[in-house]
């Protein structure tokens, strides 16, 4: 094997395999490992849960990983940034209450009352950034002053009652289908992409990464890391706010008390993709792969008739069976 | 000496990482008192032969013993139990815990269930007490600055009574009077009959420390030879493979030029008044011991720590103490003394972990041109000789003096005016320091302004047009141009009061 000698030109002959980055290669490991139980999963379920090979199905899955696919992405970069937002879930209900409150009740023009929406939702999750940043209060407490205020704040509002919307033809595009795909599975892939691109090829995304890595040595690098801060909690804030809009056009209304532990689905999904919660590494390839996996899992034991409250513990169990494995094979063929 | 003296061995051990071959048919022993030193270029293979007797690593062939037992499938703590007390290049210390709390690291004493602090105390004392170190046993270890924590790694390593004792660079950190109290400390030990390996780029401290000293090179062993009768002319050239390139003859030029950074009167915590003028176009060597405020004044000029009081000018201009962002937005950059904890992003790659410092010199509206990352990269790698497989491998897996070599082309990429470095040579071989030496000297004469902080006196007089003396965070001497003279200034930096 050839080392290179400190003078010499850069080792280009080196095979592209064997001088892979670390962190990838175990990444690598993972997403191969999650695309195999995706396969495994499909192929029971196809046999086993009646009706789960229809187009209609297929397409009802697609909607539901739009449900979590959409906040995800932005989940996966904060989740990177060595950072945590639990307040998906009454962020979604709160964006979705507040779009049928303005537009109905409050008269503002409905166009308006979704800006209105996209612009709260993003000050929010800013807000709960720069108590981050500025202050240095852990973002699972400043977020969690967000989920529990905005669901309370979104059921207040609400008496505990859905609040109709007006329908009309935005609504109508955004509940339905372009081209036979689902709108929301339609944006979904849209922002993955986006993010896909943000992630990996910005000064911004790197930055992220960065932060996560070595939040110390990104900022003596000269990285403004309060602002990274910010900018990924109103991210995940903007995003929630779209799934408001989506959840209150698939209802029909503003609702209150929807999407309840939406955000640990979310965190499940990016943890499930081998994105570290100690911040640093991971990817929105697995993410996707995770997305994947918890809505056929959740497809799956609707389909199976599995009791309701039963589905919670075999979705519990795979969960961190899942997470497990992840863990065991970076371990095996891994880091230092 | 029989057999059983041996406290390890390597037999036609072979390691590889992707890439590289960090130790090649490596045959190695170590046999009580006796203290080994391990000496080579910055990726080498030293710590990665320290890791494979430590058990951190696993030889992919060939074999490893620690008196008598093979290593093949034991962890770091069964190793551990063999008798074998590490000290890793890389601090492992619990910043928020205190000192005492560091050294007994999940061997707390213990009475009735609790940890007997009263007892934890005292074998504290007694374990920094027989380094010949006196620190507050009570203070948490993020207070101690690096030196203070390599010293609290040495005594608990120590402290363990191992049979097989194991430095890696220990003294990278610490000025002459610490290196002293470690050298003490080793021999120490040694006549006790526990077999010692030290590694260090510092040959004059090897010759006071050890009694033999294998050199390696590219992951080989070339010779285990008394250190004794050996000349450093000849190691150095076993080590480099090429007789070293004389030092170039030093201009020493003090600049004349208006300071471009000054600071009047400082004061915080560690500094009490401190005056100093940074001027470009020269090498600013600041010299001092352990607590003279050596890093809190660099932090403070770069605008990291607001001081108290005082005053801080850049190009003429008085600057908002504590402003870092805009300081370096002005030309200013600073790498720090703990390269893990503050320089390096462990999992990006050195091509990123480089760019890292000016990302929008390799992007258009925020999208990171790859081209222009790679060439920046290259160029710099070339540049400062970093030893990587590719560009991209991640910084994490660079040997320690690559690393900092990496840290330090940061700043060179961001083409900062003014450059502050805390121990930027700390843990870098010989032929790697020249190399960063001439970047000084490169930067100086291109007319930007070179802070240089080192614990290594030799060093700053061999390379500095002006040096000055700090104690209990003042200046208190200041040479320059032909003033400089080795004796003179190790004098005034160690000189009490
Ligand atoms: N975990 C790792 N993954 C990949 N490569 C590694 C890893 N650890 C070490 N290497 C490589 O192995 C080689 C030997 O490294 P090692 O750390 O043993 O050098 P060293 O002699 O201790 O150098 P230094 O004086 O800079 O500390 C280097 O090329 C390094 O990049
Ligand atoms: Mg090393």
């Given at each position: 094997m050839s080392t290179t000698t400190p003078t010499g030109p850069p080792v280009a002959s080196t095979p592209a395999r064997a001088g892979g980055r670390l962190g990838r290669n175990t990444q690598r490991l993972n997403e191969i490992g999650l695309i195999g139980a995706i396969v495994v999963l499909f192929v029971v379920l196809a046999a086993t849960a009646p009706g789960f090979l229809t187009v209609t199905n297929q397409l009802a899955i697609l909607r539901d990983a739009a449900t979590v696919g959409v906040v995800a992405w932005a989940m996966t970069l904060v989740i990177v940034a060595g950072e945590i937002d639990i307040s998906i879930g009454p962020a979604v209900a709160f964006s979705s209450v507040l779009l049928a409150k303005a537009s109905g009740e409050w008269q503002v023009p409905f166009a308006l009352a979704v800006l209105l929406c996209l612009a709260v939702g993003l000050l929010l999750g800013a807000g709960a950034g720069f108590l981050r940043a500025r202050w240095g209060i852990p973002s699972f407490v400043a977020t969690l002053g967000l989920w529990s205020g905005l669901r309370g704040l979104a059921q207040y509002m609400t008496d505990g009652l859905p609040v109709p919307l007006e329908p009309n033809g935005f609504l109508d595009v955004l509940a339905g289908s372009i081209a036979g795909i689902p709108t929301p599975a339609i944006i979904m892939a849209v922002l993955f992409g986006v993010f896909l691109f943000v992630a990996n090829r910005t000064a911004y995304g790197r930055s992220v990464f960065a932060v996560g890595g070595n939040a110390e040595a990104a900022r003596l690098a000269g990285i403004s890391v309060a602002r990274i801060r910010v900018i990924l909690f109103a991210t995940t804030g903007l995003l929630a706010a779209v799934s408001g809009l989506l959840l209150a056009a698939r209802l029909g209304s503003g609702n209150g008390g929807a999407s309840v532990g939406l955000e640990f689905d979310v965190i499940a999904a990016v943890v499930i993709g081998g994105t570290s919660l100690a911040g640093g590494k991971g990817s929105l390839l697995g993410t996707l792969l995770g997305v994947a996996f918890i809505t056929f899992i959740g497809n799956g034991l609707v389909l199976l008739g599995v009791n309701a409250f039963f589905q919670d513990v075999v979705r519990g169990v795979i969960i961190v069976g899942a997470v497990l494995i992840n863990v065991l094979l970076s371990h095996r063929k891994g880091a230092p | 000496m029989s057999n059983t003296d041996v406290v390890a061995e390597v037999r036609a051990g072979t390691k590889r990482y992707p890439g590289v071959t960090a130790l090649s048919d490596v045959d190695f022993t170590v046999r009580r008192g006796e203290v080994r030193a391990l000496l080579g270029k910055n990726g080498a293979g030293k710590s990665t032969l320290i890791k494979v007797l430590s058990g951190a690593e696993h030889l992919d062939s060939g074999e490893a013993f620690v008196r008598g037992r093979p290593l093949a499938g034991l962890g770091t703590r069964d190793v551990a139990g063999l008798g074998v007390a590490t000290v890793y290049q890389e601090l492992s210390l619990v910043p928020d815990m205190t000192v005492a709390e560091n050294l007994f690291l999940g061997a707390w004493p213990r009475s009735r269930g609790a940890i007997d602090l009263r007892r934890m105390r005292a074998e504290a004392r007694e374990a920094m007490a027989r380094i010949g170190v006196h620190l507050d046993?009570?203070?948490?270890?993020?207070?101690?600055?690096s030196a203070g924590q390599q010293l609290v790694e040495i005594a608990r390593a120590v402290g363990q009574r191992p049979a097989l004792l194991i430095l890696d660079e220990p003294t990278s950190s610490l000025a002459a009077a610490e290196v002293r109290q470690v050298i003490d400390a080793v021999r120490h030990v040694a006549e006790q009959g526990v077999a010692v390996i030290y590694v260090s780029h510092r040959m004059d401290e090897i010759r006071q420390v050890a009694d033999t000293a294998t050199v390696v090179r590219d992951g080989r062993i070339v010779e285990t030879l008394p250190v004794g009768t050996a000349s450093t002319q000849e190691i150095v050239t076993m080590m480099l493979g090429t007789a070293p390139d004389a030092l170039a003859p030093r201009a020493r030029r003090p600049s004349a030029e208006r300071p471009v950074l000054s600071a009047r009167g400082l004061v915080s915590e560690k500094l009490h008044g401190l005056d100093l003028d940074v001027r470009p176009g020269e090498i600013l060597g600041i010299a001092g011991v352990l607590g003279s405020g050596r890093t809190e004044a660099l932090r403070a000029l770069v605008g990291l720590d607001r001081p108290d009081a005082g005053e801080i000018r850049l190009r003429g201009e008085a600057v908002r103490p504590g402003a870092f962002a805009a300081m370096l937005r002005r030309g200013l950059g600073i790498t720090p003394e703990n390269r893990r904890r503050q320089g390096?992003?462990?999992?990006?790659?050195v091509d990123e972990n480089i760019v890292i410092s000016d990302l929008r010199r390799v992007s258009r509206s925020g999208v990171l041109d790859r081209r222009a990352v790679r060439r920046a990269a290259q160029t710099l790698i070339d540049r400062l000789a970093i030893k990587t497989a590719r560009p991209g491998t991640p910084i994490g897996t660079l040997s320690g003096g690559n690393q900092q070599k990496a840290v330090l082309a940061r700043w060179l990429h961001a083409g900062s005016d003014v450059l502050l470095l805390d121990e930027p040579t700390r843990g870098v071989d010989v032929e790697a320091k020249r190399q960063i030496y001439h970047q000084m000297r490169e930067l100086a004469d291109d007319g930007r302004a070179v802070v240089f902080v080192s614990s290594e006196v030799e060093e700053l007089a061999d390379i500095c047009d002006r040096i000055v003396v700090l104690r209990g965070g003042r200046a208190v001497a200041e040479l320059s141009g032909d003033e400089i003279e080795l004796n003179r200034v190790l004098a005034l930096a160690i000189a009490e009061e």
């Amino acid at each position: 094997m050839s080392t290179t000698t400190p003078t010499g030109p850069p080792v280009a002959s080196t095979p592209a395999r064997a001088g892979g980055r670390l962190g990838r290669n175990t990444q690598r490991l993972n997403e191969i490992g999650l695309i195999g139980a995706i396969v495994v999963l499909f192929v029971v379920l196809a046999a086993t849960a009646p009706g789960f090979l229809t187009v209609t199905n297929q397409l009802a899955i697609l909607r539901d990983a739009a449900t979590v696919g959409v906040v995800a992405w932005a989940m996966t970069l904060v989740i990177v940034a060595g950072e945590i937002d639990i307040s998906i879930g009454p962020a979604v209900a709160f964006s979705s209450v507040l779009l049928a409150k303005a537009s109905g009740e409050w008269q503002v023009p409905f166009a308006l009352a979704v800006l209105l929406c996209l612009a709260v939702g993003l000050l929010l999750g800013a807000g709960a950034g720069f108590l981050r940043a500025r202050w240095g209060i852990p973002s699972f407490v400043a977020t969690l002053g967000l989920w529990s205020g905005l669901r309370g704040l979104a059921q207040y509002m609400t008496d505990g009652l859905p609040v109709p919307l007006e329908p009309n033809g935005f609504l109508d595009v955004l509940a339905g289908s372009i081209a036979g795909i689902p709108t929301p599975a339609i944006i979904m892939a849209v922002l993955f992409g986006v993010f896909l691109f943000v992630a990996n090829r910005t000064a911004y995304g790197r930055s992220v990464f960065a932060v996560g890595g070595n939040a110390e040595a990104a900022r003596l690098a000269g990285i403004s890391v309060a602002r990274i801060r910010v900018i990924l909690f109103a991210t995940t804030g903007l995003l929630a706010a779209v799934s408001g809009l989506l959840l209150a056009a698939r209802l029909g209304s503003g609702n209150g008390g929807a999407s309840v532990g939406l955000e640990f689905d979310v965190i499940a999904a990016v943890v499930i993709g081998g994105t570290s919660l100690a911040g640093g590494k991971g990817s929105l390839l697995g993410t996707l792969l995770g997305v994947a996996f918890i809505t056929f899992i959740g497809n799956g034991l609707v389909l199976l008739g599995v009791n309701a409250f039963f589905q919670d513990v075999v979705r519990g169990v795979i969960i961190v069976g899942a997470v497990l494995i992840n863990v065991l094979l970076s371990h095996r063929k891994g880091a230092p | 000496m029989s057999n059983t003296d041996v406290v390890a061995e390597v037999r036609a051990g072979t390691k590889r990482y992707p890439g590289v071959t960090a130790l090649s048919d490596v045959d190695f022993t170590v046999r009580r008192g006796e203290v080994r030193a391990l000496l080579g270029k910055n990726g080498a293979g030293k710590s990665t032969l320290i890791k494979v007797l430590s058990g951190a690593e696993h030889l992919d062939s060939g074999e490893a013993f620690v008196r008598g037992r093979p290593l093949a499938g034991l962890g770091t703590r069964d190793v551990a139990g063999l008798g074998v007390a590490t000290v890793y290049q890389e601090l492992s210390l619990v910043p928020d815990m205190t000192v005492a709390e560091n050294l007994f690291l999940g061997a707390w004493p213990r009475s009735r269930g609790a940890i007997d602090l009263r007892r934890m105390r005292a074998e504290a004392r007694e374990a920094m007490a027989r380094i010949g170190v006196h620190l507050d046993v009570d203070s948490p270890v993020d207070s101690l600055g690096s030196a203070g924590q390599q010293l609290v790694e040495i005594a608990r390593a120590v402290g363990q009574r191992p049979a097989l004792l194991i430095l890696d660079e220990p003294t990278s950190s610490l000025a002459a009077a610490e290196v002293r109290q470690v050298i003490d400390a080793v021999r120490h030990v040694a006549e006790q009959g526990v077999a010692v390996i030290y590694v260090s780029h510092r040959m004059d401290e090897i010759r006071q420390v050890a009694d033999t000293a294998t050199v390696v090179r590219d992951g080989r062993i070339v010779e285990t030879l008394p250190v004794g009768t050996a000349s450093t002319q000849e190691i150095v050239t076993m080590m480099l493979g090429t007789a070293p390139d004389a030092l170039a003859p030093r201009a020493r030029r003090p600049s004349a030029e208006r300071p471009v950074l000054s600071a009047r009167g400082l004061v915080s915590e560690k500094l009490h008044g401190l005056d100093l003028d940074v001027r470009p176009g020269e090498i600013l060597g600041i010299a001092g011991v352990l607590g003279s405020g050596r890093t809190e004044a660099l932090r403070a000029l770069v605008g990291l720590d607001r001081p108290d009081a005082g005053e801080i000018r850049l190009r003429g201009e008085a600057v908002r103490p504590g402003a870092f962002a805009a300081m370096l937005r002005r030309g200013l950059g600073i790498t720090p003394e703990n390269r893990r904890r503050q320089g390096i992003v462990p999992l990006l790659g050195v091509d990123e972990n480089i760019v890292i410092s000016d990302l929008r010199r390799v992007s258009r509206s925020g999208v990171l041109d790859r081209r222009a990352v790679r060439r920046a990269a290259q160029t710099l790698i070339d540049r400062l000789a970093i030893k990587t497989a590719r560009p991209g491998t991640p910084i994490g897996t660079l040997s320690g003096g690559n690393q900092q070599k990496a840290v330090l082309a940061r700043w060179l990429h961001a083409g900062s005016d003014v450059l502050l470095l805390d121990e930027p040579t700390r843990g870098v071989d010989v032929e790697a320091k020249r190399q960063i030496y001439h970047q000084m000297r490169e930067l100086a004469d291109d007319g930007r302004a070179v802070v240089f902080v080192s614990s290594e006196v030799e060093e700053l007089a061999d390379i500095c047009d002006r040096i000055v003396v700090l104690r209990g965070g003042r200046a208190v001497a200041e040479l320059s141009g032909d003033e400089i003279e080795l004796n003179r200034v190790l004098a005034l930096a160690i000189a009490e009061e």
